[in-house]
């Protein structure tokens, strides 16, 4: 087994904490990364739902803010709890520990199953919906003996390649991340696999609430699961424009190695994974291609720590920086634009202190008037 597997670290949340972190991240204009800022911002989840309406206005917004209520969030709990399944902060001790390092990392995942999984340095295989013949035996290979090696497989429960992938290594450990909550698995032919994964050594996640069916756009965040918790990603049978490419780009941008399996140049099933070769993937053709690039990176507390965290007690006593002036606040806002820029750029361009620049962001951003982009850049919603 890869050294450090068994090792976890972090701090598990209080009853109280999980409901408030619930509750912020189910609000209206409150993602991975604006969760992030809100809690290093105001020290606590609690705090940060009670400045939402005063950091919506100042961000220009004209209507309320929708606050997830409390009961909204319990209830939710308990929904889980019925399902025997719960919710996982970013800095407690089983969430995993390769999805903590991506920027953007859910601050909350509901997960069912077998939690020493989540341990375990992973390795995604991801494919074809209507794969080959060959393709799924050379899936239920690789994630055969990649499991043996002492790594989970993670793929996305799929027809195909996520099929014979999860089948493989039922018995060493496999994850399924879920475009929709853990109640709505997809596709409905694969619940009895669903079942074998959650009722054995293997364990589901989701970003998303209870309830909610996966629709077309939900799914590249399941991919964005993949190829945050897996450490390398092997694509079989991958079409030009395919899922399987948007996680293999992903795992690219997370730092993550991208393995990918040759196949005929006549079988439209395999431009994709051949295109990937192309630009610099791995040439994989027998598990021991991929065992052998992650061996010097399997030690998992390589990674960084969790970058939102709360004290044990709930309570902190962190300063709160003032709202800035309003002419400072126009400040920033003039600098931005509907082209993407660094928030390193705009401190440099205003001249104004860093803790300013990202109160005004943080405003912006519960208003829904800010984009973010890939690598950090921020965009701004033109107002008429």
Not at 18 to 33: E, Y
Not at 36 to 48: C, K, Q, V, Y
Not at 119 to 127: D, K
Not at 226 to 238: K, Q, Y
């Amino acid at each position: 087994m890869p050294a450090g597997s068994a090792r976890r670290k972090g701090i598990a949340l209080t009853d109280r904490q999980r409901i408030a972190w619930l509750r912020l991240i189910r609000s209206d204009n409150v993602g991975p990364a604006t969760f992030r800022d809100l809690i290093n911002h105001f020290g606590s989840a609690e705090t940060a739902i009670e400045a939402l309406p005063e950091l919506s206005r100042r961000g220009g917004s004209t209507r309320s803010i929708r606050i997830a209520s409390e009961g909204e969030a319990i209830r939710e709990l308990e929904t889980a709890t019925r399902f025997g399944a719960r919710f996982l902060g970013i800095g407690e001790p089983d969430y995993p520990s390769a999805l903590r390092q991506i920027d953007a990392a859910p601050p909350l995942l509901a997960v069912k199953g077998d939690l020493t999984t989540a341990s375990l340095p992973s390795v995604g295989v991801v494919g074809s919906r209507n794969a080959s013949i060959s393709g799924a035996k050379f899936a239920a290979m690789i994630s055969r003996d990649i499991g043996r090696a002492g790594y989970s497989v993670i793929s996305g429960l799929a027809r195909g390649i996520d099929t014979a992938a999860h089948r493989a290594s039922l018995d060493t450990g496999t994850i399924a991340a879920m475009a929709g909550g853990l109640d709505q698995p997809y596709p409905p032919e694969n619940l009895a696999l669903f079942r074998e994964i959650c009722d054995g050594r293997g364990l589901a996640i989701s970003e998303m609430p209870f309830g909610w069916e996966a629709r077309a756009r939900d799914f590249p965040r399941r991919n964005r699961l993949i190829a945050g918790v897996a450490l390398g990603v092997v694509v079989i049978e991958a079409a030009a424009r395919s899922g399987s490419l948007i996680t293999a780009r992903l795992a690219g941008e997370f730092g993550r190695l991208v393995f990918a399996v040759p196949g005929s140049p006549l079988d439209p099933r395999c431009e994709g994974t051949n295109g990937l070769l192309k630009d610099g993937a791995t040439v994989t053709t027998r598990p021991e291609d991929v065992l052998q690039a992650l061996a010097p990176i399997s030690e998992i507390d390589l990674f960084t720590p969790p970058q939102a965290n709360e004290p044990d007690n709930g309570e902190h006593d962190r300063p709160m920086t003032p709202p800035p002036s309003e002419s400072d606040r126009t400040r920033i806002i003039d600098a931005l634009g509907p082209t993407p820029v660094e928030v390193d750029d705009i401190i440099r361009h205003t001249g104004l202190a860093a803790q300013s620049v990202y109160l005004v962001l943080l405003e912006l951003d519960i208003a829904g008037r800010l984009h973010r982009h890939a690598g950090g850049l921020v965009s701004i919603s033109m107002m008429d």
